[in-house]
């Protein structure tokens, strides 16, 4: 995140928290990267989002896949 300059939440749905409580949100369940760890840390795997907006887009695939097609084209 850092090296991308990434300081606020990519996702920004209601509720985001800007730049609180910031940590990568896959997109992806973790049992899908296994056997391909390197996967995880892949840019294109994962957006910068806040505890509210990771929690929202968590059980939701359709908005997870939504998030990142804005933020990973």
């Not at 760890?37 to 939701?60: G, K, M, P, R, Y």
């Amino acid at each position: 995140a850092e090296e991308k300059n990434l300081n606020r939440c990519e996702v920004n749905l209601k509720g985001c928290l800007g730049n609180m409580y910031l940590a990568p949100a896959h997109k992806h369940k973790r049992s899908w990267y296994k056997g391909n760890i390197e996967l995880l840390s892949d840019f294109n795997e994962w957006i910068c989002a806040c505890v509210s907006c990771h929690n929202l887009i968590e059980h939701n695939q359709q908005l997870t896949e939504e998030i990142f097609k804005k933020c990973r084209p």
